[in-house]
């Protein structure tokens, strides 16, 4: 049996994930977490972690020292390090991953295993790092998740929450609860530490960065003044494996000059370098390089691809009427897929409220689908200063839609779906880095006009 598709994590930690996630949960535990997955959000707690992402996007470079250990009752099958991370942000890339992630770390993959020099760099094409064994410094896709150690010192030291294309994506969209756990001192800064539990049913434990090390919850400890990391626990806790991944931030440095240029990994003397290309998939072919350049970064793609059919569904609007893909056969259908958690969503909401008054008359259905939310009064409240047309789950288990949007594999929030008479789909639009929301649903409108155009 696959224990976990993530071969850098070492395997007894891997097993350990897996065991604590599936079967390996006691009854008793997994009701525990099912009830405090049930708990409503700590605001508080939210805030903070809005503010977090906030401080990353203002961000051009970070650099800190880093010092990675394990408790618990397994600690020792959790690697331990100490070394320095060094991020910086390219700025001519407005969509998709952006950050350039150095690592330059001692590390020990677990309790038993030889200390390691390790020399890692991801850039948003490539993972690039000194094979000391070889004597070679190995260039691969960024895409190939190569099982190697250099890329799980990597993924566990460099903050991948930080550097992923939305900031703190899963603290803030994939969150089943917070906790605000009040003020401590941590490596000389005072933090406000935040508990949160991650919602574990979505696929992926709730995020589409690879690099994130998805366990049940974790502690953040984020700086009062700066709301950076100073530490972050990630906890296993539930059935009879308990365990956490500690990493201590110390010496944490912003804006320091530092570019994507400065973090190129040279190769040493006497080592070779070695560029490995994906030609087909699943085929990886290297070949030696002596002065490689990075690819042209690619766009992130939509989360379905445009002009294939649209996944039916069968939901109710907010007085009861039965809405499906089948009942729209024949206008233009905009589906706005948001929560009221969701801080970008106060910003296109109205816009997309706008769509209603800018194509009133004409054969256009503007619905507003929320997603992860347990209280329907607080979704009505915040659905009731906008115009576009509330959908519910009829059965209100739960009420929101979530698993139309499992269906249209949305990842985004807010993310805006654009589907034909034809009840094909014409776009898919959401929240991008330099772009404005007003931009953004521009677009929306003219792919809608566009549809009403080709129908007369």
């Known amino acids: 049996m696959r224990i976990i598709s993530r071969p850098a994590v070492p395997l007894a930690l891997a097993a350990l994930l897996a065991a604590g996630l599936t079967a390996g949960i006691a009854p008793e535990a997994r009701a525990q977490g099912e009830a405090q997955a049930a708990a409503p959000a700590n605001a508080e707690a939210a805030a903070i972690f809005r503010e977090s992402a906030s401080a990353m996007r203002s961000l051009k470079s970070l650099s800190a020292k880093v010092n990675l250990s394990g408790a618990g009752g397994f600690a020792s099958v959790v690697p331990t390090a100490k070394g320095t991370v060094q991020l910086a942000r390219n700025p001519d890339i407005a969509s998709g991953p952006a950050w350039h992630e150095r690592v330059d770390a001692s590390y020990k993959h677990t ?95 709730g995020s589409r960065n690879p690099s994130i090390i998805r366990t049940p919850a974790a502690k953040w400890y984020l700086g009062v003044d700066d709301r950076l990391p100073r530490r972050v626990e990630r906890i296993t806790d539930e059935g009879m494996i308990n365990f956490t991944i500690i990493l201590d931030i110390n010496e944490l440095e912003t804006n320091t000059g530092l570019s994507p240029a400065s973090l190129a990994i040279e190769t040493p003397e006497g080592y070779s370098r070695t560029v490995t290309t994906a030609r087909t998939p699943g085929a990886m072919i290297p070949t030696p390089a002596t002065d490689a350049k990075p690819e042209t970064p690619s766009v992130a793609p939509n989360p379905v691809s445009t002009s294939i059919p649209a996944h039916g569904f069968e939901l109710v609007d907010g007085d009861g009427n039965e809405v499906s893909l089948d009942s729209l056969k024949g206008k233009v259908a905009v589906l706005y897929f948001w929560g009221t958690w969701c801080v970008p969503c106060r910003n296109f909401s109205p816009l997309v409220s706008d769509l209603v008054t800018t194509f009133e008359g004409q054969p256009v259905e503007v619905f507003g689908l929320p997603v992860r939310e347990r209280d329907e009064q607080a979704v009505r409240d915040a659905m009731s200063k906008y115009d576009h047309t509330l959908l519910l789950n009829p059965s209100g288990k739960p009420i929101g839609c979530d698993e139309t949007a499992r269906a249209y594999k949305v990842r985004r929030y807010p993310t805006v779906y654009v589907i034909g008479p034809d009840s094909t789909i014409l776009s898919v639009k959401f929240p991008e880095a330099g772009v404005e929301p007003a931009e953004t649903m521009a677009q929306v409108e003219k792919t809608i006009r566009d549809a009403l155009a080709s129908m007369n």
């Open 111 to 205: 309790s038993t295993a030889e200390q390691q020099d390790i020399k890692a760099l991801r850039t948003p094409d490539l993972f690039i790092y000194v094979d000391h064994e070889k004597k070679a410094v190995q260039e691969r896709p960024r895409t190939g998740r190569s099982g190697t150690i250099a890329l799980s010192a990597l993924d566990l030291l460099a903050i991948p929450e930080l550097t992923s294309e939305v900031a703190f994506d899963r603290e803030l969209n994939h969150a089943s609860g917070y906790e605000s756990l009040g003020r401590e001192e941590v490596n000389g800064v005072q933090c406000d530490v935040v508990q949160v539990r991650y919602d574990m049913s979505e696929p992926e434990g």
